[in-house]
């Protein structure tokens, strides 16, 4: 069935660090791909997308390219802020439903 | 524009009672699907209702089960409740147009259910 496999967290970075949270996932035919946030106390927010193979999804300094030659679709970011400290959600929705993988607790330190 | 909205925040019921979660989506959606998150994982799919009818579920039990309303509105209603039904239940609406896939769902603050 489908699949996402997340880097197992947590991760701890100094602010302005460079980001990267590894994502790939195993599913027939072509799902869309996705990255929620999620910050303490609050629900899931969508932080970008990418529909096709290629697509490059991008939001408030986030970046995501769908590779589908390797199945991945890792998050970066250049610079992290205090911030961004957070759980983030790889997910793919090869119909209706979301499949997620387990989160990435990300922790940056002032 | 309220976003998707989720009541009761926080519930605190005793195995074998029935609880019931409720949704607002937000407005222009008509659909709404439903997540469990037990802590410290992703949420899973527990069932999308489209047109007042249930379109799609997931590996969840039949003690699962939900209801939408005329005005898009749905409630989650779980049965004989078990200890490992304590988790953070959250309610994403989305509007069915763009194809599978396509939809963003849109996910309310949850509503976090302790059993004891």
């Known amino acids: 069935g489908d699949s996402v496999t997340q880097m197992e967290g947590p991760v701890t970075l100094s602010e302005e660090a460079f980001l990267t949270i590894n994502c790939t996932y195993t599913a027939t035919g072509y799902p869309s791909l996705f990255w929620y946030v999620q910050y303490p106390g609050e629900g899931l927010q969508l932080l970008l997308k990418?529909?096709?193979?290629?697509d490059k999804g991008s939001n408030k300094g986030f970046e995501a390219t769908y590779r589908k030659e390797t199945t991945s679709f890792h998050l970066e970011k250049g610079s992290v802020q205090v911030s961004d400290s957070a759980v983030y959600f790889c997910?793919?929705?090869?119909?209706?439903?979301?499949?997620f993988g387990s989160g990435t607790q990300l922790t940056v330190l002032p | 524009d309220a976003g998707v909205t989720q009541s009761p925040t926080h519930l605190i019921k005793t195995r074998g009672q029935q609880v019931t979660l409720r949704c607002s989506p937000k407005s222009g959606h008509d659909t709404v699907s439903w997540y469990q998150q037990a802590l410290g994982q992703g949420p899973q799919f527990i069932f999308q209702y489209y047109e007042e009818e249930e379109r799609q579920r997931g590996n969840f039990p039949d003690r699962f089960s939900g209801h939408q309303f005329p005005n898009y509105s749905s409630e989650l209603n779980v049965n004989a409740l078990l200890l490992g039904d304590s988790a953070l239940y959250l309610c994403a609406s989305s509007r069915t147009s763009g194809g599978p896939g396509g939809n963003i769902q849109y996910f309310g603050a949850g509503t976090r259910l302790s059993v004891l």
């Open positions: 997910a793919l929705a090869p119909s209706r439903q979301l499949t």
């Open positions: 990418a529909t096709k193979a290629d």
